[in-house]
């Protein structure tokens, strides 16, 4: 395929996924007002917890296989509806494992009063992500996008009906998630007449041992980003309690606005990563891709690192407004997270799945240690949870050092160190000015976000005239 018809079809794959998800995901995001209004930060830290005990176990019911069904899905060497059908049959095969996982949480008070919860988000996130990701793998980002757009809908219908007229609480704020997942699959059922796919005549197990060979290490890799994504906010709940976690629960919010945008690039990058593997223009333009996602990427970082402070007050109530102490060191954080998993799609392209293993399980085994010996540090009440943010940070940086070697080997491309080594330094002054309020903090983040804008100009520039090749003379 011609060079420029690979840009603009990453373009146009990601423009519908973005036009369907992006405004709806950002009215979830200013819920967050309404949680922090409504729920107490205890309860917000109970409510937090739980979600993310359930999105561990997601990954283990399911045996991973979500992204084996979007990868082999696409492998012209198979069947798709042997594929979606085995992706199925896998779901029901770990789900064999729920009853005693269930026992496991009712002998664990802090989760005793909500294990039917979790078993319920659980099983609808599995198929949510089983149909989700088979139709992302048919290029259907149409539907996608809708999908995607209606669950988001969905889960805030129920979180408003749930936390206001029923005043549900914790089990509302997680129920709404269980249900808007579980109505959303049987949309993509229908609306992409799944039930042609589902077929049970033909299935080799030959298929189904080669997708388990690339999904169940992909579960350890799974655990590993949450270990480092998430066990800080329960070492911070048994260090320092709810109302800590709580605050510190809030703040990951505003950051992870960023995953957001980086989650609607990565639906329609890694179609593209795979669909272009091939070796000789496949390492230019993944360096083109690689280079613009970096430039954009800091400088998005380095908006949020310089508003933090206004968009707690926009988004938070006023219990939690403190919370912005947070929110730089998280910013850069997620933004090493947001440039592990973009180098990570090479490990998906050449499946490579245990490289992805190995790298996610240092930065888990970093990310607890750190957390060990740097959250009991900070002991005022202003900075309590800061000792996980630094943890969190210094994992996701080595994680993506590690990501950058290993996928840099396997084709080869251009990483431009420079450029990211600019664009930290710049991001790491704003964030530290911010952290600590030094004098004329709002001159330092001005003047950042004009370097970071300059340092990228040509980068974006490039990037925009490969998007959009009748622009490229001007942009030269």
């Known amino acids: 395929m011609p060079t420029e018809k690979k840009y603009k079809r990453l373009l146009s794959n990601t423009a519908i996924v973005g036009v369907g998800t992006l405004g709806s995901k950002l009215l979830v995001y200013l819920l967050v007002r309404l949680y922090t209004s409504i729920l107490t930060n205890e309860e917000y830290s109970v409510a937090s917890n739980i979600a993310d005990m359930a999105t561990l176990l997601i990954p283990v019911i399911s045996l991973g296989i979500g992204e084996a069904v979007f990868r082999f899905a696409m492998d012209k060497a198979y069947r798709q509806s042997e594929i979606f059908t085995l992706g199925f049959l896998a779901v029901g095969l770990g789900s064999l494992l729920l009853p005693g996982l269930a026992l496991l949480f ?49 889960t805030i219908g129920c979180n408003l009906l749930f936390l206001i007229p029923l005043k549900m609480g914790v089990t509302g704020y997680v129920l709404s998630v269980a249900v808007a997942d579980l109505l959303s699959s049987v949309f993509i059922f229908l609306a992409g007449k799944l039930w042609r796919e589902l077929t049970f005549s033909g299935l080799r197990k030959s298929t189904l041992r080669a997708m388990l060979v690339y999904s169940l290490p992909l579960i350890p890799t799974t655990i590993s980003w949450w270990v480092t994504n998430v066990s800080d906010r329960y070492m911070i709940t048994f260090m320092k309690g709810d109302g800590v976690n709580g605050l510190y629960a809030a703040a990951y919010k505003i950051p992870t606005l960023l995953m957001v945008l980086i989650g609607i690039f990565n639906s329609a990058w890694k179609y593209s990563a795979v669909s272009e593997r091939d070796r000789g223009e496949g390492a230019l333009f993944f360096t083109n891709v690689y280079r613009g996602f970096l430039s954009l990427l800091f400088c998005v970082s380095g908006g949020v690192i310089a508003f933090s402070k206004l968009l707690s007050h926009l988004m938070f109530g006023p219990d939690f407004r403190s919370a912005w102490v947070y929110i730089p060191v998280l910013t850069l954080a997620m933004a090493f997270s947001a440039l592990a998993s973009f180098t990570g799609t090479i490990f998906i392209v050449e499946k490579k799945s245990r490289y992805s293993f190995y790298t996610a399980l240092a930065g888990a085994l970093l990310n607890l240690v750190l957390n060990f010996f740097l959250i009991p540090l900070f002991s005022a009440e202003e900075n309590a949870a800061m000792g996980a943010a630094l943890a969190t940070l210094v994992a996701y940086f080595v994680m993506y050092l590690f990501r950058l070697f290993y996928s840099t080997r396997l084709i080869g491309y251009d990483p431009t160190l420079s450029l990211t080594l600019g664009n930290l330094l710049i991001v790491t002054v704003m964030a530290l000015a911010m952290t600590l309020e030094v004098p004329l903090w709002i001159l330092w983040q001005a003047a950042g976000l004009v370097l970071l804008l300059l340092v990228n100009r040509r980068i974006l520039f490039r990037f925009l005239a490969a998007l959009w090749p009748g622009k490229k003379k001007s942009a030269e």
Do not use: D, E, M
């Open 106 to 154: 009712w002998s664990i008070p802090y989760f005793r009063g909500y294990v039917a919860l979790l078993v319920a988000y659980v099983l609808a996130s599995a198929l949510h992500t089983n149909c989700s990701q088979f139709i992302r793998a048919r290029a259907q980002f149409k539907l996608y996008a809708i999908q995607g757009l209606l669950n988001t809908l969905l």
